[in-house]
């Protein structure tokens, strides 16, 4: 009887734990479900695969009329020439469409080819090349790539494994001389990336910069991304922008699991909101060092300006200083080494509390919504960064790491100097679906800047209004591009389906998008220029 009465009990237990379990499957199963509507869904621009060339001088006559944005073609007028620094992996026939389109408003165009700055002959440029271009599935080399200053503090043997790379801030101190050789060059644009660095390594030649180059690719010409209108564009980045001077209180959340929440004072409100940024690439929380952040905060992604890496959390402390990194394989490896290295480590910036170099450096958030992720890059490699071009869509936010020094502080510059520490930044991080909100200071409001990645700016009115001068509103703001991403918005679990192999997974999907299997097309329609 006993037996037979623990035996039935035992049958009872197990159908339980059997109804328990399928029970919370089913909660999860529905959980996800509901996570996954409340996110975007995936899109791609059908008219990019195996696009037709036909249409890159329409293309072409629309993005030398931008004026607005990283790459403001439209600025040259008739009459003047310009010069474009073309690197390793330009499309000519790209070049060559733009080329006309400015020819027909009457400006000479010259291209400076990859091999010149760096003084090399064209053989030995593409001998380089064969072997030291950047991949997207070598998202590690971020940390040896992005900034040179940065790769002495690696091991022999791991400065070995970056190659010889050729990327833009490896060549920007030829810039300077290289102009001084040629006075014929009297404007031009370089680089797809840092505005700022560019500018400034020209020296006494500053002035002459107009913008980057992007126009590299089929995918940068034809994906709308330049014929977004300047005067909306720029309208937008003011919405954007005008609260800034009213925020005392801040949270930026990702669907990956970011989260931080930051307090601000007046005085570092007044800084925040006095500082210059680049048009489409915005600051929506304020340099970490002045602030106070909520201990435990993370940022959490597996993409890089380079390309990808196993998923990685960096959580900071209420300084915005780095205390742990988390996963992200190699990559997170080589940041680690960063980290925890002595001279890092250690380092006491004279205008800092606590000793420590690696912060959360304030870094740009993209406003245009007609960026798509270039596969092109990815997949065939890149002289410079082969994963910029995402970085660019509205409402997909770059973090970095950096330095706490304060340039109001000279005594920061120089111990950096003395210390031999660099003033500069690297290992980027992309979120895809920030929710970004600020508390204003007088009346305690809260007020969504983005959500779940869409620009809360493309709902105002004036915006819409001004955006309907060139077509329907709903098609200029449209996402052109959405990345698909397991337990976010497409079906999955994270972790399994994609934070242990983000390149594997991506290069699933591209292969369905190039195959005309891909569930989330979006389809083509009329552009227009934003400019006369």
């Not at 009459?79 to 073309?86: E, P, R, Y």
């Not at 930026?252 to 007044?270: M, R, S, V």
Request: hydrophobic share 35%; proline share 6%.
């Amino acid at each position: 009887m006993i037996l037979r009465t623990r035996k039935s009990g035992s049958i009872w237990a197990v159908k339980a734990v059997l109804l328990t379990s399928l029970l919370a499957s089913g909660v999860s199963l529905m959980a996800q479900t509901q996570a996954r509507e409340q996110y975007p869904r995936p899109a791609y621009p059908r008219y990019l695969v195996k696009p037709s060339k036909d249409r890159m001088l329409q293309a072409a006559r629309i993005a030398v009329r931008q004026v607005y944005g990283r790459s403001p073609l439209g600025k040259i007028q008739s009459g003047q020439t310009v010069h474009a620094f073309l690197e390793h992996q330009q499309d000519m026939a790209v070049w060559e469409a733009v080329k006309q389109a400015w020819a027909e408003r009457g400006v000479k165009a010259f291209a400076v080819r990859a091999w010149e700055l760096p003084g090399m002959t064209e053989t030995d440029f593409n001998q380089w090349a064969k072997s030291n271009l950047i991949y997207g599935k070598e998202g590690w080399k971020e940390l040896g790539y992005f900034e040179p200053d940065y790769i002495q503090f690696f091991s022999a043997d791991v400065q070995k494994t970056f190659g010889k790379p050729l990327s833009l801030y490896f060549l920007l101190k030829n810039v300077e001389s290289y102009l001084d050789k040629h006075p014929e060059i009297e404007r031009y644009f370089m680089g797809i990336g840092g505005r700022g660095n560019t500018r400034s390594a020209a020296g006494k030649h500053q002035n002459k910069f107009v913008g980057n180059w992007v126009l590299e690719t089929e995918n940068e010409l034809l994906s709308k991304f330049a014929a977004f209108p300047g005067d909306v564009w720029s309208l937008v980045d003011d919405r954007v922008d005008a609260p800034k001077a009213h925020v005392s209180e801040g949270t930026f959340t990702d669907a990956e699991g970011t989260n931080l929440h930051w307090t601000l004072t007046p005085e570092e409100t007044k800084r925040w909101a006095e500082s210059n940024w680049n048009p489409g690439h915005l600051s929506v929380y304020p340099s970490p060092p002045r602030a106070t952040w909520k201990p435990g905060g993370v940022v959490a992604a597996a993409s890089n300006h380079t390309g990808y890496q196993e998923f990685m959390k960096v959580f900071i402390d209420e300084h915005g200083r780095v205390m742990r990194v988390e996963g992200g394989g190699r990559t997170g490896d080589l940041f680690r080494t960063l980290v925890e290295h002595p001279k890092f480590k250690n380092a006491k910036f004279p205008s800092t509390t606590v000793p420590g170099y690696w912060y959360l450096n304030a870094d740009g958030f993209g406003t245009n919504p007609k960026a798509v992720r270039d596969m092109d890059h990815l997949i065939n490699g890149s002289q410079t960064w082969s994963n910029m071009s995402e970085r660019n869509r509205a409402g997909v936010q770059h973090f970095s790491y950096s330095h706490p020094a304060k340039e109001e502080n000279p005594k920061d510059e120089a111990y950096a100097n003395a210390e031999g520490l660099p003033l500069k930044h690297t290992m980027h991080m992309h979120t895809f679906f920030s929710t970004v909100r600020w508390k204003l200071a007088d009346t305690g409001e809260w007020i969504t800047v983005s959500d779940k990645g869409w620009l809360k700016a493309f709902d105002d009115p004036e915006v819409r209004a001004l955006a309907a001068k060139y077509g329907d509103p709903k098609d200029l703001f449209r996402y052109e591009w959405i990345p698909a991403i397991p337990g976010v918005n497409v079906a999955g679990e994270h972790e399994r389906d994609y934070g242990k192999d983000p390149w594997g997974y991506l290069m699933k999907e591209w292969a369905k998008i190039q195959a005309g299997t891909y569930e989330y097309y979006v389809d083509d329609y009329a552009s227009r220029s934003g400019t006369p």
